[in-house]
């Protein structure tokens, strides 16, 4: 149950019909986009060659895997750390550099790289919206990706990050660290569900009604941490798209407006957060005081809301709290690696088993000591052993001590920009093919338009996401494709475009003019496929095809059709 | 290890919901092509198929301008109300068509819940649940579509999606969730169109020539990930169904005769409708229909006025066209919205939110039809008769349809979570 507020200033109604008509112009407008999905293709030119074919992974064995060859490996960290395949020239240097150091320099250079900092802006970004309560929260894609890459540009550390997400106030347009408040519409307990969830590692909202069940978190203990975040509300500004709200606290209560009980609303904001009567929710709840479940500490009642806030922030990042730390490298490691130490990336707790928990206490502390900083974690990771192995599949029976590197599914930002990549299309003129085209569509109110473009809304990039994107914290077999992913694929216009042989102007229509020899062909492919030379057999079914095709530029049409249908071209190896 | 959760996938299996494609339906065996499994769509087998079509009223429609109005209330909004084919049942005037169903359709006037937000609230109407960061509530059309599986397994040659939602305009906001990608809704955006991406561009032969290529590329690569790549390949080959299949005529209204076209009406609601029963018949499980605009915080009765003009028609005539082909028993029909609206009439001639009392209606799939259940007060506030909560109506819709509504499933975080959270269904809607 609430405390009742009859502020008028804050309730909803104001806003909401400007802002309903303007939300259905653009849900109009996102669905005329979908129609003409997916991609507009503007082919660039990029360079090909043919090379011997690279060695690939490894699987079952009961010994670890051995290292990666040069060109898995180079695919894997290209993917990993700039969310793109590596290019046929870096390919072909890495392969010919004798240096025994040139994995680790790999690294070096890219995790120096701004493409470092934009692919894992896009991952925290995802982690964090992918849980979104309120769908009106897709908005906040955009401002929350480009604070998350400023910070990580500028080094911040895990712990800044946290503080910030977690002490954010103001227009959600402008703070992205809004974003856990705005994806959750202000409501307490999600809120403290979330920031338990992201930097701790700990899942306490089945505490939330009943005391966990095979963990040892109290009802209790989770809403004395809900007690941290019921002053937060969501004041309507009368803006439009994220401009339409902005975080605030609540910290005095305005006298009730009489005769007038406002409908339960989340947004508002409690001056103290009561647990509800488990037995009749319709009665008074008990108030209770902001008390932290790993150590104890707690604020008195009526602590205003910044204070409480920036308590918590700093409880939950300070090095003397092991989970901090264990849930990034959690996290990470399973990214990375392919399997965490905790089977899943975000339920950890000092009721569950790590695999090697010598490994991680390392890892923990390693991170701890250098100020929780992220560079330092994911060159820790991408140097080690189990980093550098073999691949073997999730769906193999896993063995201790982490013997091989599991192929991850690719991301939509990663398999976004590879497919681009690999079809020889730009970005940007992608972009401006699609807003013409929406143009061509019909007329756009300018409203609608300005704050399509201000949120990057129904960009390729965009539309593609909201097909191929998934929640990145869930389990990694869970996630499957799906029919409409692969209609994109198979059969989307677009991409059928960008494939036409006979065309001038696309990639393989210009390699086809210029080059005569089939293999040289196929292997150029390969390379701008997957990132690497096809085996012997690959070439001679390809060349096989070709020459059975009848046509030269429908075999290959249909040669590189099948590169990017296969398996291999959504996973990282 | 961790805990004593139960693995999902096993427990899915076990529950006879796949991982991958849709329905029940077996492997795709390499070489089978799309040949006659155009047989999928017999006749005989349509008519035992139960079924649900949802009319989904986005944005919270008046219950005092649609099927519970209060001509003697100021809080009627001067709404006048008419007779229906049913001695004592009124209806608000905008809905001539369906007061003419009445004896085929029941009115529940005691709907209330809590939530008034409108995001939660279409999440609770649309799962049984308010949202939960981290737990994935299936969308009423997945939990349907996948138990009706279990009772009654689809062709295994069934092309077609379990389960399509039409003209939602990305403001879906559930899916299959826990079911898996298998039970996943079918977005159509215009019903007068076929699915995106879904008009072959290459002619069939050719299109089963690259997908024999790229198995045959795949190859070394599947040695290493066997069960990525046979999850990919079923993907590959369900899709290209819905590109090559004759079943997917179903999607094609031009096979409807002007006669049941004018039946139905004009407009996207009304192609919706009809494009819902030619699904069904097809032996798709589920289909949502969204009518959206139905927040109307000001010009209250111009606006429900014109939104009952789009959906009165094609509602009745769905009513009566399912009648007419023998299908209505089999196949529940639902009206409904997120919440009713706030019976005094605001300054601007609006209603708000209202979620402590609202109306639903239901016609077909053994409910008993020309009957109202529930009342509230004269005023239109609060409930005096059969209060109904949404885990009551939820386990009304499991009912109607023979659907076990305490089946759980498990949340990744290794909670349990059952169909339909508690409730009762309300029996006298049956029998």
Request: net charge negative; proline share 8%.
């Amino acid at each position: 149950m609430r405390v009742s507020a009859a502020d008028s200033g804050l309730s909803a109604r104001g806003g909401l019909v400007t802002a309903g008509i303007l939300s259905l112009l653009l849900q109009i407008l996102l669905q005329i986009l979908l129609q003409l999905l997916i991609l507009g293709f503007a082919p660039a030119p990029r360079g090909h060659g043919a090379e011997p074919p690279g060695a690939g992974g490894l699987t079952a064995s009961p010994e670890p895997a051995p290292p990666a060859a040069d060109d898995l490996f180079l695919r894997r960290i290209h993917l990993d750390l700039a969310g793109r395949q590596p290019t046929f020239a870096e390919t072909e240097a890495f392969r010919a550099d004798p240096s025994p150091g040139k994995r680790a320099a790999a690294v070096d250079r890219l995790l120096a790289a701004p493409a470092w900092s934009q692919t894992w802006a896009r991952y925290f970004r995802d982690v964090i919206l992918f849980r979104r309560t309120d769908p009106r929260a897709a908005f906040m894609q955009a401002p929350l990706e480009t604070f998350l890459t400023a910070e990580l540009a500028a080094d911040a550390s895990w712990g800044t990050i946290a503080r910030d997400l977690i002490t954010a106030t103001g227009a959600p347009g402008e703070q992205g660290e809004t974003a856990i408040i705005i994806a959750q519409m202000g409501e307490t307990a999600d809120i403290a569900a979330e920031v338990s969830r992201i930097f701790l590692g700990i899942q306490l909202q089945c505490a939330q009604c009943h005391d966990h069940f095979t963990d040892r978190w109290k009802r209790e203990q989770f809403h004395e941490l809900a007690a941290f975040f019921p002053r937060i509300a969501i004041r309507p500004t009368g803006g439009q798209g994220p401009d339409r709200f902005e975080v605030v606290s609540f910290d005095v209560q305005p006298r009730a407006v009489r005769g007038r009980k406002p409908p339960d609303n989340p947004r508002r904001g409690d001056l103290e957060h009561e647990m509800p009567d488990r037995d009749d929710p319709s009665l008074p709840g008990t108030v209770m005081a902001p008390r932290f479940f790993l150590t104890g500490q707690s604020l008195p009642l009526g602590t205003p809301d910044l204070q409480r806030r920036h308590a918590i922030a700093e409880w939950i990042t300070s090095p003397d709290n092991p989970w901090f730390a264990r849930a990034i490298v959690n996290r990470l490691w399973a990214e990375l690696v392919g399997e965490g130490f905790y089977p899943a990336i975000d339920d950890l707790g000092p009721d569950r088993i790590p695999q090697e928990p010598e490994r991680l206490a390392d890892l923990a502390a390693g991170f701890a000591a250098h100020d929780s900083d992220l560079r330092w974690l994911f060159r820790a990771i991408c140097i080690s052993p189990e980093y550098g192995r073999g691949s073997r599949s999730r769906s193999s029976p896993a063995r201790a001590g982490f013997a091989a590197n599991c192929p991850q599914r690719l991301r939509a930002d990663q398999l976004f920009t590879q497919l681009l990549d690999t079809l020889g299309v730009d970005e940007a003129r992608a972009a401006q093919a699609a807003a013409r085209r929406r143009g061509a569509a019909g007329p756009v109110p300018a409203p609608a338009e300005e704050l399509m473009a201000r949120y990057r809304l129904g960009t390729p990039r965009n539309l593609f996401g909201q097909v191929f994107g998934y929640d990145p914290s869930l389990p990694r077999e869970e996630i499957v494709g799906s029919i409409p992913q692969t209609l994109v694929f198979m059969n989307g216009p677009q991409v059928a475009a960008a494939l036409d042989g006979h065309r001038p102007g696309t990639l393989l229509g210009r390699l086809l003019r210029t080059e005569s020899d089939d293999a040289a062909v196929t292997t150029a492919l390969y390379y701008r496929a997957l990132a690497r030379a096809p085996s012997a057999d690959e070439l001679a079914t390809c060349l096989t095809h070709v020459n059975s095709a009848g046509d030269r530029e429908e075999g290959f049409e249909d040669v590189f059709w099948a590169l990017i249908n296969s398996v291999e071209f959504l996973h990282r190896p | 290890m961790s805990s004593s959760c139960p693995n999902r996938r096993s427990l899915l299996r076990a529950l006879g919901l796949g991982a991958v494609g849709w329905g029940a339906g077996g492997g795709f065996l390499p070489g089978s092509g799309w040949g006659p499994f155009a047989a999928a769509h017999a006749d005989g087998l349509r008519a035992r198929h139960k079924a649900c079509i949802l009319l989904w009223m986005q944005g919270g429609p008046s219950q005092f301008e649609t099927f519970s109005p209060l001509p003697e209330h100021s809080n009627g909004g001067g709404t006048a109300a008419i007779a229906t084919a049913v001695p004592g049942i009124h209806f608000a005037e905008h809905w001539p068509e369906a007061a003419a169903v009445a004896d085929r359709l029941a009115v529940i006037r005691s709907m209330t819940s809590k939530e008034g937000s409108h995001p939660r609230a279409t999440h609770l109407l649309h799962t049984g649940y308010l949202p939960i960061p981290g737990v994935r509530h299936p969308t009423l059309g997945s939990i349907v579509a996948s138990q009706l599986a279990t009772v009654a397994p689809p062709d295994s040659n069934a092309d077609l999606p379990p389960v399509v939602r039409i003209g939602a305009r990305g403001r879906a906001d559930s899916g299959a969730g826990i079911l898996g990608m298998a039970w996943e809704p079918l977005e159509i955006r215009d019903p007068d169109q076929p699915p995106a991406n879904t008009t072959a561009l290459v002619p069939a032969a050719r299109h089963e020539r690259r997908l024999d290529l790229t198995a045959r590329l795949e190859g070394g690569f599947a040695d290493r990930l066997p069960q990525e790549a046979a999850d990919h390949r079923a993907l590959r080959e369900r899709a290209s169904r819905l590109i090559h299949s004759p079943a997917m005529e179903a999607f094609d209204l031009d096979g409807e005769t002007d006669a049941a076209r004018a039946l139905y009406g004009e407009g996207d609601f009304a192609s919706g409708c009809l494009l819902a029963r030619r699904l069904i018949e097809h032996g798709v499980s589920f289909v949502e229909v969204v009518c959206d605009g139905w927040d109307t915080h000001a010009d209250n009765a111009d606006q429900t006025a014109r939104l009952a003009g789009r959906v009165d028609r094609p509602f009745a005539a769905l009513v009566r066209d399912l009648g007419d082909r023998g299908l209505l028993d089999d196949t529940l029909v639902i009206w409904m919205g997120e919440f009713g609206r706030t019976p005094q009439v605001n300054p601007r001639g609006g209603r708000d939110h209202f979620p402590r009392s609202f109306n639903a209606v239901l016609g077909g799939g053994g409910v008993r039809g020309g009957r109202v259940v529930g009342a509230t007060d004269s005023r239109g506030v609060d409930i005096l008769e059969r209060p109904v909560t949404v885990p009551d109506l939820f386990s009304t819709f499991c009912h109607a349809l023979g659907i076990d509504p305490s089946v759980e499933t498990v949340a990744p975080s290794g909670r349990p979570v059952r169909l339909v959270d508690g409730g009762e269904p309300v029996r006298e809607l049956f029998g």
